[in-house]
């Protein structure tokens, strides 16, 4: 199982456009490294700014 994931592919287990994805990483300060993105960092932050998720695969 990935952990690192690029946009478009986290906007899919995430049940998001890969747009919003983008632009919560950089309200939220989850860096993107090289393309990827943490799954576990960003849904981690997500949810402790009370964001409220679709879906979590």
Do not use: N, W
Not at 32 to 56: H, Y
């Amino acid at each position: 199982m990935a952990i690192h994931l690029t946009p478009t592919e986290l906007a899919r287990e995430a049940g998001m456009e890969r747009r919003d994805v983008i632009e919560k990483c950089m309200e939220l300060g989850v860096p993107i490294f090289q393309g990827r993105i943490d799954k576990t960092l960003f849904l981690a932050t997500m949810e402790e700014s009370g964001v409220r998720q679709v879906a979590t695969a």
